[in-house]
């Protein structure tokens, strides 16, 4: 009798695993370019390198919640793309960021970036 439940509840689990899995597809990619006005540091978890673009007649980076993008620590090449940024912003450089925008959230995580 359990079983005849169990398999009638088996097609339920599994949709319901498959839009947990397939979550990540709600990212939209986005792009911004512009040059670095400010960072902010946060700590773990928490979005912790953050980058403004100078604000002109829009926004660059107006499309993401917050007005900001970032980089989290866990992020692969975590190290030169903080790097990169730093140098861009001390030679007053612009950037391209193409970015990850959340579906839920509307952050922008960046996945890429150029020094223009």
Do not use: H
């Amino acid at each position: 009798m359990a079983t005849k439940f169990v398999k009638r509840l088996f097609p339920i689990y599994l949709l319901l695993g498959c839009l947990s899995i397939s979550s990540p597809a709600l990212a939209t990619p986005v792009t911004a370019t512009g040059t670095i006005r400010q960072f902010f540091l946060s700590g773990l978890g928490n979005y912790p390198f953050r980058v403004y673009l100078v604000v002109g007649s829009s926004d660059p980076l107006g499309t993401c919640t917050n007005a900001f993008a970032y980089l989290d620590i866990s992020d692969a090449n975590y190290e030169a793309m903080v790097a990169s940024l730093l140098t861009a912003y001390g030679q007053g450089k612009q950037v391209f960021l193409s970015m990850d925008k959340d579906g839920v959230t509307g952050l922008c995580k960046i996945s890429e970036l150029a020094i223009i």
